[in-house]
Every structure is written in C-alpha cells, then in structure tokens.
C-alpha cells in the first residue's frame, strides 16, 4: 500500500448537528479520502474526484468541510500547522488544498 497523501489526526467530524468522533482521522490514500473514528472505523470513504472540500463561509480558521457521497461533514482540523514532533492536526487549509492536489484541480 502506497503512503498517505495526507493524514491528519485528531480531527473532530461532525454531520449536521451531531458530533460524530472528537478524535477522528482524515487520510487521502490510494486515490481516496477517508474519513475514520477514533478506533480506525470507517465513517464514510470516497474517490477523491468525487469530494469537495472547502472551507465554510463563516466560522473559524480551524474548519473544512468535505462532502462525500452526498453527505458533508464538518471537519475541525488545525488552525495552524502544529510544530515539528508536535501532535496536533495540520491546518485546515492544507486538507482543502491536498483534495484538489489529488484530484488533480491544482493547488
């Protein structure tokens, strides 16, 4: 299995009002982007062709949202890269940014 384009960890997903994993994980790997709970239990996956990912109209820096199969979650990553060996989800832009990378809309 190739590496992960993009991994993030501590990722709180939610759908529409309900908080789905306070510490979930978001993984573009092998043409896919996936969204995974805590325990490694698959949310929801799609091709990334398929997911838009962008960034809400309001709200703070640290959110993405990314529709998947007709759903769209609520992605709170990082409102800042965290430092080198330090844990901590990247920002939210650079998930926004590795989805159009992958699917091959530019950067």
Excluded: C
Excluded at 69 to 91: F, I, K, T
Aim: proline fraction near 8%.
């Amino acid at each position: 299995m190739a590496e992960p384009e993009f991994t993030a960890t501590g990722v709180q997903i939610d759908k529409r009002l309900r908080s789905l994993t306070r510490a979930g994980q978001v993984r573009i790997s092998d043409g896919r982007v996936e969204l995974l709970t805590s325990y490694g239990s698959e949310i929801d996956s799609a091709p990334v062709q398929a997911v838009r990912a962008s960034r809400p109209w309001f709200g703070p820096e640290d959110r993405a949202t990314a529709d998947l199969n007709g759903n769209r979650y609520l992605l709170r990553l990082g409102e800042h890269d965290p430092a080198p060996g330090e844990p901590g989800p990247p920002a939210a832009r650079r998930f926004i940014e590795a989805v159009r990378r992958a699917a091959g809309r530019g950067g």
